[in-house]
T-cell receptor
Framework: SQTIHQWPATLVQPVGSPLSLECTVEGTSNPNLYWYRQAAGRGLQLLFY??????ISSEVPQNLSASRPQDRQFILSSKKLLLSDSGFYLC??????????????FGSGTQLSVL | SQQGEEDPQALSIQEGENATMNCSYKTSINNLQWYRQNSGRGLVHLIL?????REKHSGRLRVTLDTSKKSSSLLITASRAADTASYFCATGGFTGGFKTIFGAGTRLFVKA
């Protein structure tokens, strides 16, 4: 069966420090991978998605970047965190076959507090 | 920009009552999905309805889709305290291809 691992669960970082959040998927190959951010009590904002190794599409952020060094690994990074980067970060995957997405599988999330 | 918009934003009901949440969207879709999120956790997929379907059932869940009005509803029957969570609709479809866009969610509180 497929599983998704996301870590760390919580993170407190000072403003200006770097960030690296990692997500790995097991039990499937060539998944579509996603990073979402959720502000407290709000909906999900799509940050990045990837349909293959080295293929990253950016939706919004100026201060964040994503990389996919391996088929089932997705990394979210920042060189210098801002206060506005605080939030709940969620990694997700969907089967890579076809272009219509019918179901996302989410990790357990990382609560990031930038102080 | 958000594709799905849920209402109400928050809903408080007694155990045993039915809960109805609505979702509106803006563009053509291939399907609409509903997810559940417990506080501080990841989202869990509940049910999918395709654009050529009007109604689907799964246990105590009933989803309807009206593509002419670009709206969907999620009905949870005989609610339980354990149904307390946030519920999100999400659209996946032709626009954007690989992107699934979520609404702001409805926070449901079921009182025991």
């Amino acid at each position: 069966s497929q599983t998704i691992h996301q870590w760390p669960a919580t993170l407190v970082q000072p403003v200006g420090s770097p960030l690296s959040l990692e997500c790995t998927v097991e039990g499937t190959s060539n998944p579509n991978l996603y990073w979402y951010r959720q502000a407290a009590g709000r909906g999900l904002q799509l940050l990045f998605y990837s349909v293959g190794i080295g293929q990253i599409s950016s939706e919004v952020p100026q201060n964040l970047s994503a990389s996919r060094p391996q088929d089932r690994q997705f990394i979210l990074s920042s060189k210098k965190l801002l206060l506005s980067d605080s939030g709940f970060y969620l990694c997700a995957w969907s089967p890579g076959q076809g272009s219509i997405i019918e179901k996302l599988f989410f990790g357990s999330g990382t609560q990031l507090s930038v102080l | 920009s958000q594709q799905g918009e849920e209402d109400p934003q928050a809903l408080s009901i007694q155990e045993g009552e039915n809960a109805t949440m609505n979702c509106s969207y803006k563009t053509s879709i291939n399907n609409l999905q509903w997810y559940r999120q417990n506080s501080g956790r990841g989202l869990v997929h509940l049910i999918l309805i395709r654009s050529n379907e009007r109604e689907k059932h799964s246990g105590r869940l009933r989803v309807t889709l009206d593509t002419s009005k670009k709206s969907s509803s999620l009905l949870i029957t005989a609610s339980r305290a354990a149904d307390t969570a946030s519920y999100f609709c999400a659209t996946g479809g032709f626009t954007g291809g690989f992107k699934t866009i979520f609404g702001a969610g409805t926070r449901l509180f079921v009182k025991a």
